[in-house]
């Protein structure tokens, strides 16, 4: 049974592997998720087998539990609600690789046995990694269900605290590996745990809403992390190699996101950007010019090309099925539309991508930003839904703004662009957008799934 396990968990690395190769297309990205997923349901059949199980009773019971909440949660989740589902799933295997380390080290300590270097150290690890990324992940959650402010919380002396904490689990890791000393190791092993799991907490509180698709990736790396330190410390490779691909990838998409913001990873974990600005920045004094849904229709009626550019709004509103079914009028009636996609808009990774893939929007009708910015110049009308900090011109023009040099998507080159917001106040960056006072800005207020259902109804008035 051992060379047999051995071989399922060679096999489970491999669909790992393939697994996420696909995820780098929308258009494969479901085939590698079943992918990965078989070689996780290999993994977990193969380790079941290969041990002696006590407690069969309550391992039972936990698998008809934890199966039938994920099957239901996966159904009943709206699509709109993803980025604090993905939050809080990541932080429960955070939590679970800090608590098998905890159960490891406590149970050796009961028995009074000194903690094995070999796997206290990755068992310290976990614990410190595991606990940050359950607490943090909750107050991530918290922040995109709106159970408290998607502002960042600040207050004097908050990176010297983290770093205290920080340090103070480290040697408290260190000393109960260590031994000889006055403090119990359980004692230490717990404070660690408790002390970790505060830093978590005050990790995340100054991260804006705006950095969410930042904190996410790396919560998930640190999770990874966390997965293979347990690996070591269970003496299970296949754990070690599935962490190892959570923590690389998540660590590669962290880079990535704040590499798409033009801003460094400290920046967005210290910056506490998205607070309310004032002064320096804002520039957006002029006329607003509102419009109404039978004017905005006829424009795009005669429109040659137009470009959907969708935000954390349309998200709130769940307004995709309806984007979708406006997209599809405009295409029978011979308009070239795409999607322009930054890869920040919204609260997750690939956050716009997976609503419009609910509504069943093309994949070719994607753009991501290098590729939709060119088209700008000669696109007739741009409709922006919801998205406020990613389409801001003063990214590029002006340097005195907080956003100065972050990539955006160039809209405002357009003949034409209709903002569809439910007011003016500014986005999570916290500045005001001079694109909506622009002579070709057009403001469409109101919710945006009324909005654009009131556009496809006076669409089709159009002859």
Do not use: C
């Not at 990755?122 to 918290?142: D, E, N, Q, R, Y």
């Not at 709106?146 to 908050?158: D, K, S």
């Not at 929007?361 to 000669?378: A, G, H, M, S, T």
């Amino acid at each position: 049974m051992a060379s047999a396990a051995e071989a399922a968990y060679m096999a489970a690395a491999a669909l790992f592997v393939g697994g996420v190769m696909l995820l780098r297309a929308p258009a494969t990205a479901r085939r590698g998720n079943l992918l990965a997923a078989g070689g996780m349901l290999i993994a977990l059949v193969f380790t079941l087998l290969a041990v002696t199980l006590r407690h069969t009773v309550w391992l039972a019971a936990a698998f008809v539990v934890g199966a039938a909440a994920g099957a239901y949660v996966a159904r009943a989740v709206k699509m709109t609600a993803m980025p604090q589902l993905v939050a809080l799933f990541n932080g429960m295997g955070g939590g679970a690789a800090a608590l098998i380390s905890l159960d490891e080290a406590l149970s050796a300590l009961s028995r009074h046995a000194p903690l094995a270097a070999a796997t206290a150290v990755p068992g310290m690890l976990t614990l410190i990694i595991g606990s940050v990324s359950f607490a943090g992940s909750l107050i991530a959650f918290a922040k995109l269900q709106e159970l408290m402010t998607g502002r960042p919380i600040v207050f004097p002396g908050q990176n010297l605290l983290n770093a205290f904490l920080l340090a103070v689990a480290v040697a408290a890791g260190v000393l109960a590996v260590a031994g000889a000393h006055p403090v119990p190791a359980g004692v230490l092993v717990v404070g660690l745990t408790l002390l970790s799991a505060v830093l978590g907490v005050l990790f995340v509180l100054p991260v804006g809403g705006a950095d969410m698709p930042v904190i996410i990736s790396l919560l998930n790396s640190l999770t990874g992390l966390a997965a293979a330190a347990t690996g070591f410390v269970l003496e299970n490779d296949v754990l070690v190699v599935a962490g190892a691909l959570v923590g690389a990838s998540g660590t590669i998409l962290t880079v990535l996101m704040a590499r798409a913001m033009n801003r460094s990873i400290a920046n967005v974990l210290f910056g506490a950007f998205g607070q309310l600005q004032t002064g320096a920045g804002q520039g957006a004094e002029g006329v607003v010019r509102p419009t109404s849904p039978d004017e905005v229709a006829v424009l795009l009626a005669y429109a040659r090309q137009v470009v959907i550019v969708p935000g954390y709004g349309l998200a709130v509103a769940r307004a995709q099925q309806e984007v979708k079914d406006l997209s599809d009028a405009l295409a029978a009636r011979g308009v070239q539309v795409l999607f322009g996609i930054h890869p920040v808009a919204g609260r997750m990774p690939g956050h716009m991508n997976v609503l419009l893939a609910e509504a069943n929007v093309p994949y070719d009708r994607l753009y991501e930003l290098e590729q939709v910015n060119p088209e700008f110049p000669r696109t007739d009308v741009v409709l922006v839904i919801g998205a406020n900090d990613v389409v801001n011109p003063a990214a590029r023009t002006d340097p005195t703004s907080p956003i100065y040099g972050m990539p955006v998507l160039n809209v405002d080159q357009a003949k034409t662009v209709v903002v569809l917001k439910r007011s003016m106040a500014p986005g999570f960056a916290g500045i005001d957008n001079p694109l909506f006072v622009r002579e070709n800005t057009r403001m469409l207020f109101g919710d945006a799934r009324a909005s654009v259902a009131a556009l496809l109804r006076e669409l089709r008035e159009v002859a």
